[in-house]
């Protein structure tokens, strides 16, 4: 049975608690004692988030109304804290995100910006394989360069999971603007989608893109 949110609010007042009193109880304190404590309030923090959000949908909050508490919008609440249910089994879905999405993702761009297209490719599945070959992808990249000069680096990447895919947005700085690396990935590791979109136009999928 879920942890009520009352005890999961009184174990993380505890928790905070003993790491404000850590510094007045023993000046020998393992400052990696204090991190440590610090790692599991903010998971504490977390598993408080969600079952606060659980409640609230409970009382018929809407994901809008939830969305605007948390300063983000409906959908992304929706992803965060949602439970879909999977149309094709009426079973609740699968909304953990790959783990190392984000350094695969990273990867992927860093192969890129070396020129590496064989290293990129190998990463496809099969269907990406048979649509997008290494000429393809180097071409793409031109493409890029030949509109905002060279590549200078990367922003933190975004990970969502939907339905069976992990989606990550990578952005990416060149001399004279802005893009975002959109990198779909398989549960097996694999990229099911490749796309480098402008920033201003990321949602609506303009820029040089290849995928399923």
């Given amino acids: 049975m879920p942890e009520s949110l009352a005890k999961i609010a009184q174990r993380l007042h505890r928790q905070l608690g003993q790491i404000l ?3 007045v109880l023993s000046r020998v304190n393992d400052p990696l ?7 599991e309030v903010r998971d504490g923090a977390e598993a408080l ?10 009382a018929n909050r809407t994901w ?17 804290y949602g439970k879909p249910i999977d149309p094709r089994n009426g079973e609740v879905m699968n909304t953990n995100p790959l783990p190392g999405a984000v350094e695969l993702a990273r990867a992927v761009v860093d192969d890129h910006a070396h020129s590496r297209w064989a290293d990129v490719s190998a990463r496809f599945d099969d269907k990406m394989r048979a649509g997008l070959t290494e000429e393809g992808l180097a071409e793409a990249w031109a493409y890029i360069v030949g509109l905002a000069g060279a590549y200078e680096g990367h922003g933190d990447t ?6 069976d895919f992990t989606v990550t947005n990578t952005p ?5 603007g802005d893009f975002v690396a959109r990198i779909t990935f398989r549960d097996d590791r694999t990229i099911a989608g490749l796309f480098i ?8 999928g ?6 399923t």
């Fill in 206 to 211: 303009a820029g040089a893109s290849a995928g």
């Fill in 33 to 39: 004692d204090v991190v440590r404590s610090a790692h």
């Fill in 64 to 80: 809008q109304e939830i969305g605007d508490v948390l300063g983000v919008s409906r959908q992304a609440a929706f992803q965060r």
């Fill in 158 to 163: 975004d990970v969502v999971r939907a339905g």
């Fill in 21 to 23: 009193a850590a510094p």
């Fill in 49 to 58: 988030m969600g079952a606060a959000v659980e409640q609230a949908r409970q």
């Fill in 172 to 176: 990416l700085a060149f001399e004279a």
């Fill in 197 to 204: 979109l402008g920033a201003d136009a990321a949602t609506s």
